[in-house]
């Protein structure tokens, strides 16, 4: 089997909720977010999906990962896409770093070996644990009372683990996470996502203020240094995301005991193969993970729920439903939140038929 094409699209994702607001005055309305088909000669077609959060969040826009997949499309062609590994050397052989443009290519890819597999890749990636999994629901970043009525509404919904974003006036962001703590239930999870927002005292202040909550605290600064001197200063949980993008950086983290949960996002990383090697060993070192994507629809959904049902559930701290989030599918078969839990699809690569009324003309064809 050998990869014969690869076709791209863009598609708007509009918020069901209006906005998408954190740290730094930083707002999403509409993901613009790009679905890639790779086609073979066995006339087995896979997909995958990106969609970078904006362009001031992580290295990474929804305009360049289409450049970079067309940039990477013709070193695909003649590829056996079953062989995981060695088109994600390939690809870092064609393209140094930007893992976001590859991260859709190789979910394509993983789609494709389970559908020749005649397998879920739930299963490719370790196998499916129990029935379901519990979510997360990330809380806009609003007045500490706006978002208590939010975390209030999403717990009647079914849901038991919460992330705010703050990253804002220091003050303000301790209002928030007592307001909202205030509303939950003792066994309920709080994760306060600072997004980087905070400078290193104004994280030590928070720190110390909520220090009888019960309360995790996300990616505090922006660089490593100044999160590990947070994380020498409190007893609370840390969580660390936007730093750990890559297997040397987790490992790095690891030994210095900077975190206790690392946020481990897909395309962050470079997709399903490089997402897969970081789990692993962060279950093999005791790490527990919060398994997600930058963003996306349907397709990255799909891909959030196969690597996280396939984690062990005493390590899957937190996972989330990226497509409850916006009003428009592009897939059909999809995962879909029941009372704050969702399963990964059975059917066989990704599970998922995307709706091509939805995404239209390609936007290139390489072949």
């Known amino acids: 089997m050998r990869i014969s094409q690869v076709a791209a699209y863009r598609v708007d994702l509009p918020l069901r909720e209006g906005a998408y607001k954190w740290s730094g005055g930083n707002e999403v309305r509409v993901f613009d977010s790009t679905v890639v088909a790779v086609s073979t000669d066995a006339e087995i077609t896979g997909y995958g999906e990106v969609c970078p959060l904006g362009p001031a969040y992580l290295p990474a826009y929804a ?12 070193a695909l062609i003649g590829l056996d896409p079953t062989r995981v590994g060695v088109v994600d050397r390939e690809m870092d052989r064609a393209l140094r770093g930007h893992p976001y443009v590859k991260s859709a290519l190789d979910m394509a890819c993983w789609d494709i070996l389970g559908k020749t597999a005649n397998q879920p890749i739930t299963t490719l990636l370790g196998g499916r644990y129990g029935e379901d999994f519990p979510l997360y629901r990330a809380i806009s970043q609003e007045r500490p009372s706006l978002m208590a009525e939010m975390v209030a509404k999403y717990r009647a919904e079914g849901y038991t683990k919460f992330q705010l974003k703050v990253g804002g006036i220091p003050a303000d962001d301790v209002s928030r996470i007592q307001e909202c703590r205030a509303v939950l239930q003792p066994r309920d999870i709080l994760v306060a996502d600072a997004n980087t927002g905070w400078t290193q005292h104004q994280a030590l202040w928070v720190a110390d203020a909520v220090r009888s909550t019960d309360v995790y605290l996300e990616q505090p600064c922006r660089t490593y240094e100044e999160c590990l001197v947070v994380r020498r200063h409190t ?22 005991q900077a975190m206790d949960i690392v946020n481990l996002k897909i395309s962050k990383v470079g997709g399903l193969t490089k997402a897969r090697e970081i789990r692993d060993y962060c279950v093999r070192s005791g790490i527990a993970l919060t398994i997600e994507d930058t963003w996306g629809g349907d397709i990255v959904t799909a891909a959030i729920a196969a690597l996280a049902h396939s984690t062990p559930p005493e390590y899957l701290f937190s996972t989330t439903d990226f497509n409850s989030y916006v009003i428009r599918s592009i897939a059909e078969n999809a995962p879909e939140r029941r009372q704050g839990r969702m399963r990964a699809p059975t059917g066989a690569g990704l599970g998922i038929t995307p709706r091509m009324d939805v995404l239209g003309r390609p936007i290139f064809v390489i072949k």
Do not use: C, F, N, T
């Open 63 to 74: 305009e360049g990962a289409r450049v970079g997949m067309a940039q990477l499309g013709p």
């Open 235 to 256: 007893d609370r949980p840390i969580v660390l995301d936007e730093i750990m993008d890559s297997l040397s950086a987790v490992s790095r983290g690891v030994h210095d």
